[in-house]
């Protein structure tokens, strides 16, 4: 027994040895691909969901935003053409900007690296090769989808044609023939090479990956951070190159369209001056928030001085705007200007009421939950219900509702819901002779019920983030301040009010996309006196879709929306979070 012991403890180490250096769950690595295997299988049905229903219906939004036709889900290819009709020249800006965007964060994201790099003092480069050809596949997949894409929306309409050409078919044959209408796609020219030719590529990168991480030299703890971070960088760099490829050939392929027709289109002007505007401006706000860095009083005054100068550069260089803005969709800036008008007059009302609310609600009062429960409960009424009763309410009926309270102050009936004009222009309307111009004037009185209805609904919503806020502040802090002589006012100031700045800086991103996304509201509360003054982006792109069945200029709409929100959002981001406080 003694012996057997012995030659098992002579043996067991050489071959556990051979084991771990053979399995590739083996050792320090195997032992991180093993987690990372588990946390991709645990993820793995939450990536399947987004991707069917969160990625897909993007990347379909945004290649039926590139076909034309009306009443037909698929249509011709029309490039640029949709975004074109809805903002001219600002759509080749919209992709240029989008582009250098995708640019910067490919940038940022290979610094990031570098940085981990020079902390860990590894090697970094050697992992472009496997993150190029990863990162390069996967921007192949989605090419191959838009061109997959074509012939696979046609299986519907050839089915039918099926179904009508023979009504007797039966279930059994339109399986059969709809398996044979979808090989058909896949066999149409180009479509199956370039799925191969993508896989392919990211086969070849996963493998050469692993080839390395296999080599001494190369191998490292942050090897998989290294290859994440790339990858995502060479993806990046390839969208935005392809992107800015296409928005080139569509400026050119359209200058020369109108040269034949014996026109002038001064596109590549347009672009450039307005680009160059906006990049002042960033130039500008760049200088302006590192001026408080400066070491004297001089050079604090010179670095605004030259933030004022740059801004109005760039806002000479946007003057070509207004003209673009005139070549489009006038429908289509008309909503945007009414979402605008509804953001900035709602989402401040809506946040000083929260917080004064929530501030009254954590006093202590009589009856604050039940008070509670009454300021929440527009939030969780039916917005359908509730929009039809405020149609009631501000009727424009000479009896309506409101209208019997005008009356009784002594005030003339308004038609409210009815009345397009601006609510500037009628509070002046006293002092005639003078011509408004549409943006003067105000948003429209109908517009302003809607954003009423608003500040009704969002109100309590704030009202309980804020007191979730309030009750994490330590009273201790408050006491500390009474002793040292603080008022009511500068308890707010330098305690409430900066301690519940991750409060408001979430309620402020989360209005801005819920106002610019705002529909069912408005689209039961809008009527056809208003001549559309009160709807907003979100009911134009619904009207394109539904009521126009424009379903390419719809999507194309959509996108620039998304477009506009990602962009607003950054914009306070990056305005706020130097003023948020999370200790």
């Known amino acids: 027994m003694a012996t057997i012991g012995s030659t098992s403890e002579q043996e067991s180490p050489p071959v556990v040895a051979k084991r771990q250096s053979q399995g590739f769950f083996s050792g320090r690595l195997g032992l991180k691909r093993r987690e990372a295997a588990l946390a991709y299988l645990i993820i793995l049905p939450a990536m399947i969901i987004i991707g069917l229903f969160g990625i897909f219906p993007l990347i379909f939004s945004v290649y039926q935003s590139t076909r034309a036709g009306l009443n037909n889900i698929v249509g011709r290819p029309d490039g640029f053409g949709q975004y074109v009709r809805g903002i001219d020249s600002l759509a080749y800006v919209m992709a240029f900007g989008i582009a250098i965007v995708l640019i910067v964060m490919a940038v940022n994201s290979i610094r990031e690296q570098g940085k981990l790099a020079e902390k860990y003092g590894s090697s970094l480069w050697q992992w472009t090769i496997p993150a190029i050809f990863t990162g390069v596949g996967f921007a192949a997949l989605i090419r191959w989808v838009f061109a997959f894409l074509p012939g696979l929306l046609e299986v519907g309409e050839q089915i039918n044609d099926l179904r009508k050409a023979n009504s007797g078919v039966s279930v059994d044959e339109v399986n059969v023939a709809f398996r044979g209408f979808i090989g058909d796609a896949w066999r149409l020219e180009g479509v199956n090479q370039q799925f191969w030719m993508a896989i392919g590529l990211v086969v070849l990168g996963l493998v050469i990956y692993q080839v390395f991480q296999r080599i001494p030299s190369l191998a490292s703890g942050s090897a998989d951070d290294y290859y994440a971070g790339l990858m995502s960088a060479s993806f990046l760099l390839t969208i935005a190159g392809g992107l800015g490829w296409v928005t080139i050939n569509a400026i050119n392929d359209a200058i020369a369209e109108a040269l034949e027709n014996g026109e002038g289109l001064p596109i590549w002007s347009q672009v450039i001056t307005i680009g160059a505007g906006f990049l002042l401006f960033y130039l500008a706000w760049l200088i302006w928030s590192n001026a408080s860095n400066a070491n004297s009083n001089i050079m604090l005054g010179l ?107 002594g005030l003339e009936p308004r038609g409210w819901l009815a009345e397009s004009k601006g609510v500037f222009e009628l ?115 619904f009207d394109a879709f539904n009521r126009d069945t424009r379903y390419g200029y719809a999507s194309a709409l959509g996108i620039i929306l998304l477009v506009i929100i990602i962009s607003i959002s950054t914009i306070t981001n990056n305005l706020t979070q130097d003023r948020v406080h999370y200790d």
């Open 427 to 541: 509070m002046a309307a006293n002092f005639g002779g003078w011509e408004w111009t549409e943006w003067l004037a105000g948003p429209s009185l109908a517009l302003v019920v809607a954003i009423i209805y608003g500040i009704w609904t969002y109100t309590g919503y704030n009202m309980i983030f804020f007191l979730s806020g309030l009750g994490n502040i330590s009273k201790e802090l408050y006491e500390a301040a009474s002793i040292d002589g603080a008022n009511r006012w500068q308890k707010f100031r330098s305690i409430t009010f900066p301690l519940i700045s991750p409060i408001t800086y979430f309620l402020t991103i989360i209005g801005i996309i819920g106002i610019f996304k705002v529909f069912t509201s408005v689209f039961v509360l809008r009527t056809d006196q208003a001549r559309g003054t009160m709807d907003t982006a979100s009911i134009v792109i």
């Open 303 to 409: 670095r605004l001085l030259a933030a004022v100068m740059i801004m109005i550069g760039g806002w000479i260089l946007i003057s070509e705007l207004p003209a673009v803005i005139a070549e489009g969709k006038s429908d289509w800036w008309e909503g945007l200007s009414a979402t605008t008008w509804y953001a900035v007059i709602a989402l401040p009302i809506e946040l000083f009421l929260g917080l004064f609310l929530a501030t009254l609600m954590f006093g202590d009062i009589r009856g604050q939950t039940l008070f509670r429960v009454l300021f929440f409960l527009p939030f969780i009424t039916p917005q359908v219900g509730a929009a039809a009763a405020f149609r009631i309410i501000f009727s424009g009926n000479p009896t309506g509702p409101m209208n019997r309270i005008y009356t009784a102050l």
